[in-house]
């Protein structure tokens, strides 16, 4: 299953993580796993490469993760409705295969 991780600080988002693969199909052709890293591949590039928004962003292939995390100077309305065009995005997956990706809010 995949899991997406949301990290607030009050109402504001801080970041996110998205890891693990959904188990709809083998590697290759997993379209709820495809879906999932297009989309956070998208925002990761909108927040970087369009906004120029100052972010910490690792992957790690092995485990299939990825972490987004604004830096202090990255904070921005921008900022938050990347991660919220994200979250809606991955509750619109989540809506549609439930068994292979779950949202989880999480104060930090």
């Keep these: ?3 997406a991780r949301f990290y607030f600080a009050g109402n504001q988002c801080m970041g996110c993580s998205v890891e ?4 709809y199909a ?6 709820v796993c495809a879906a999932v ?5 998208t925002v ?6 369009i906004y120029q928004l100052s972010i910490a962003a690792e992957e790690n292939a ?12 990255a904070f921005s309305e921008d900022a938050q409705k ?18 292979h990706i779950q949202l989880i ?3 930090v």
């Design 20 to 23: 693990g693969h959904s188990g």
């Design 44 to 49: 990761a590039n909108l927040m970087t490469e």
């Design 62 to 73: 092995e485990i299939a993760a990825v972490t987004l995390r604004l830096t202090d100077s």
């Design 26 to 31: 083998e590697a290759g052709a997993d379209i």
């Design 37 to 41: 890293t297009s989309a956070v591949q």
């Design 1 to 3: 299953m995949t899991t």
């Design 105 to 107: 809010h999480m104060e």
């Design 82 to 99: 990347l991660f919220q065009g994200l979250e809606l995005q991955l509750q619109l997956i989540a809506k549609a295969y439930p068994a």
